[in-house]
């Protein structure tokens, strides 16, 4: 089994930047997509940002050029760099990893998932 534990998330004002990091206990990691959603209240869970095992990236409309997704194998942690937050960012964020590798944008193609971190943005 494959256990990921997220951290960095907190408060923040619009502007401000934030780090969240994703540790994953697992063998070969690098082996792994790995994604991150986020779910404000009561709202569905979103598609933010994923990365393959090969270290192509793809992200939603809605953070491209704000946030980065990047990954250090060697660490077994994929991280989220926000930059130029904004209240509608406010969200629970969780960390997913794909087994066969591939960054999909798709909930159901995430095989593990973390507990999640909760990200607020002040206006």
């Known amino acids: 089994q494959v256990q990921l534990v997220e951290s960095g998330g907190g408060l923040v004002q619009a502007g401000g930047s934030l780090r969240l990091s994703c540790a994953a206990s697992v063998r070969t990691f690098s082996n792994y997509a790995m994604g991150w959603f986020r779910q404000a209240p009561e709202k569905e869970r979103e598609f933010v940002a994923t990365i393959s095992s090969g270290g192509s990236t793809d992200y939603a409309d809605s953070v491209e050029g704000r946030f980065t997704i990047s990954r250090d194998n060697a660490k077994n942690t994929a991280y989220l760099q926000m930059n130029s937050l904004k209240a509608e960012d406010t969200a629970v964020y969780y960390c997913?990893?794909?087994?066969?590798?591939?960054?999909?944008?798709?909930?159901?193609?995430?095989?593990?998932w973390g507990q999640g971190t909760q990200v607020a943005v002040s206006s």
């Open positions: 997913a990893a794909n087994r066969e590798g591939w960054g999909y944008r798709s909930l159901d193609k995430y095989d593990y």
